[in-house]
């Protein structure tokens, strides 16, 4: 079955960029029908959805995050990433991929997750 | 402060049922947007539980039911295990926001 892994460093100095990849496995990011995105969740706390990327490049941001977000494709490599630039100790948080389905363009929903990774935002 | 309200904590005997309570407004669930739930179990990832108001992906328990009514959305959970023990979020879209939104969670506890 479809998996996702996210992977990257798991320690970043301010205001330096946060850098990560989610790979998908047992199915193709090209295959279309959903958004690949980005969720994070402060240590304790709940969830913030970051944003998405549709497999044909168009993405769609938290405005609150949009500034400093840039979510990309790999479908050769069948990857997708998130870069998040200035970051600051409020950026510590474990980070998800995840894949959406939708039933209109803006009726999505999370169906599968990544096992999320911790990154501690620290000089 | 999440543009979608939850209590923060619920608590249930086995076998009992439960409900959490999603409260949102007129930019999210009272436009029409689905409410979708999800189940954190301790140190995991959240798992899809409920996604259009009121549908479960295969293998969620039929003891696990969603219900959406003007700008609020409820889970229900019956004969309550100990393995439900975990935290609950909902999910839509806010129009305001232009984004997809959460709740801040719920805390269930088992007895």
């Known amino acids: 079955q479809v998996q996702l892994q996210e992977s990257g460093p798991g320690l970043v100095k301010p205001p330096q960029t946060l850098s990560l990849t989610c790979t998908v496995s047992?199915?193709?990011?090209?295959?279309?029908?959903?958004?690949w995105n980005w969720i994070r969740q402060h240590p304790g706390k709940g969830l913030e959805w970051i944003g998405y990327i549709y497999y044909r490049g168009s993405t769609y941001y938290n405005p609150s995050l949009k500034s400093r977000v840039t979510i990309s494709v790999d479908t050769s490599k069948n990857q997708f990433s998130l870069k998040l630039s200035s970051v600051t100790a409020a950026d510590t948080a474990v980070y998800y991929c995840?894949?959406?389905?939708?039933?209109?363009?803006?009726?999505?929903?999370?169906?599968?997750w990544g096992r999320g990774t911790l990154v501690t935002v620290s000089s | 402060q999440s543009v979608l309200t939850q209590p923060p904590s619920v608590s249930g005997a086995p076998g009992q049922r439960v409900t959490i309570s999603c409260t949102g407004s007129s930019s999210n669930i009272g436009a029409g947007y689905d409410v979708h739930w999800y189940q954190q179990l301790p140190g995991t990832a959240p798992k899809l539980l409920i996604y259009a108001n009121t549908n479960r992906p295969s293998g969620v328990p039929d003891r696990f039911s969603g219900s959406k009514s003007g700008t609020s959305a409820s889970l229900a959970i019956t004969g309550l295990q100990a393995e439900d023990e975990a935290d609950y979020y909902c999910q839509s879209y806010d129009s305001s926001l232009s984004g997809s939104v959460f709740g801040g969670g719920t805390k269930l506890t088992v007895l």
């Open positions: 995840a894949r959406a389905d939708y039933d209109s363009d803006l009726d999505w929903y999370f169906d599968l």
């Open positions: 047992g199915g193709t990011i090209s295959g279309g029908g959903y958004y």
